[in-house]
């Protein structure tokens, strides 16, 4: 024992601990809004002590390539990430989601052709991070295409789609399984670049016919896709802090998920594999919308609408992802405040997938200040809408559609929505008429107590504050 | 440690014999795999619908710890044959991916966090 603490090794470990603490701490301060930007530097810190530690383990090769191999990954992630705007966010997730998957599936390939001897339980390892990385890697890298709009957001439809994935997704398991079962062959490495193969397209087929609308719950199973395959490596590698980190992210990654699918009333299976059964129902909304086309909307001018809501008691405003495109977040926020100083109360009713992401318009509407008790969640808010005086919705569209609620037909039937068609008055600001990001026809926008007021949300809500402070 | 899981492991199966270091390792990694399982579970358990958007981004950036595997196994490629080469390449592409993932990861976190600050001091007439 004497040796215990004279081994470099045990001393690297000890660092590993460290950062496995750094870890936990940051993911549980990361939970209260007062406490998370410290956790997340905690956790950042634990990242560094483990990548520092790696750098010293005995035996390592290569140091000035690692070194300049980090360096590269930093300056190409940090220059977007500190530029992107806001609304941005959600996909910058998903790509540096993805290149954690490509890594794993990289280690994986690697390792197998490298390490000599390998046991029948590491290739087990090797090959499932090998799949789970891929299939990460892809299915992130068509989520930022659908959330950049490179892709078109809707469902994206071909035939015999279900039976080709099922196909494709045996013909993986079945090649891992021969993989598994041959060992370390001549033949082990072709096999498993066709394996890698596989799964990258296997990635791409299961995210693309999923709807823009579910792409927070994608990547939530994605993310935690990721974290498992980590932990796969550093069973590999025997690794501990990898083990650690790769399963805490697993772990909270699938509750989170759960925590997403049930804001939205479904389970992940509906949401990962509902679409690929939905043809049929998806081109009777198409119908539908084409039939909503000849409904009558009603037109209102931002004078106009700013009476009612400047002698209204109680207004809530429903902000959307139209806002965060419009970055309107400050606009809003004047717009209540003008609102506030005619002692109107004001809220923001937040449903929980509004935007991108959960919690995207929270991180939206604290960039313009506005502060956090104002906010209200779905369930807080809901059941208030009926002795709300004008709901103002601002670039939401699918979380306030009462077919969610009355049309079993509807492709987001079930999906919990906020009531905004119970306010005794509804203005929606909106961009144009088309539909939204899901591709499905509102009936409130045709509501008789709805009036539309369409245009640029920003230009909108700015007119309103004049109107309301003149009025 | 090592010795008190082994310990614990011949007391409970009652085998005389002391398990391998290698198996020891794997049990131990087993145990530490599962053990995460239930913190990650908990540590979520109870965190407002708000930080869901920012706890994401947090934990796409903690496992970026894959470019620590990346990094050794960089470093453990010796040879200089076109075989290790083909291999230096692509570990070279992990280790510039894992690291994007760690930096991108905790540098949007930190932007979102950013955001979110409390209500000003001076509060707003009808604000609540």
Known sequence: MESFFESRVVWINLAYLVSAVCFIIGLKLLGSPATARKGNQIAAAGMAVAVIATLFMPGMANIVLILVGLAIGAVLASIPSRRVKMTAMP??????NGMGGATAALISLVEFEHKVGIARGEIISIVLGLIIGSISFSGSMVA????????????????????????????????????????????????????????????????????????????????SMTGVAAALTGFVLNNQALIIAGILVGASGAFLTLLMARAMNRSVSNVLFGAWGAHAAGGGAGGAADAAEALPMREVTAEDAAVPLAYAEKVVIVPGYGLAVAQAQHAVRELAES?????????????????????????????????????????????????????????????????????????????????????????VLKRGRGAGFAGIENMLFHNPKTAMLFGDAKDSLSKLTTAVREA | MLALVTGFLQATSGVESALSDNATVILLSIY??????FLGFELIGKVPATLHTPLMSGTNAIHGIVVLGAM????????????????????????????????????????MLEMFKR??????AGGK
């Open chain 2, 32 to 37: 530490v795999l599962l053990l995460a399982v």
């Open chain 1, 91 to 96: 996909q910058m997730v998903a790509i540096f």
């Open chain 1, 144 to 223: 930022f295409g659908k959330l950049q709009e490179l892709i078109s957001g809707r469902p994206i439809y071909y035939p015999s789609q279900r039976q080709i994935n099922v196909v494709i997704g045996i013909a993986v398991l079945v090649l891992a399984l021969v993989i598994i079962l041959l060992g370390q062959t001549a033949l082990t490495l072709p096999l498993l670049v066709i394996l890698f193969l596989g799964a990258l397209v296997l990635g791409v087929l299961t995210v693309l016919p999923i709807g823009g609308a579910d792409m927070p719950v994608v990547i939530a199973v994605l993310n």
């Open chain 2, 119 to 124: 209500k000003p001091a001076a509060g707003k």
């Open chain 2, 72 to 111: 050794l196994i960089l470093g453990s490629i010796h040879g200089n044959s076109t075989g290790d080469t083909i291999l230096k390449v692509i570990a070279f592409i992990a280790v510039v991916l894992g690291s994007a993932n760690v930096f991108g990861g905790f540098v949007v976190t930190d932007r």
């Open chain 1, 339 to 427: 609102l506030q100083d005619r002692g109107v109360d004001v809220r923001y009713a937040i449903h929980p997938v509004a935007g991108r992401m959960p919690g995207h318009m929270n991180v939206l509407l604290a960039e313009a200040n506005v502060p956090y008790d104002e906010l209200y969640e779905m369930e807080q808010i809901n059941d208030d809408f009926a002795n709300t005086d004008v709901a103002i919705v601002v670039g939401a569209n699918d979380v306030t559609n009462p077919a969610a609620r009355d049309d079993p037909n509807s492709p987001i039937y079930g999906m919990p929505i906020l009531n905004v068609d119970q306010a005794k008055q509804i203005y």
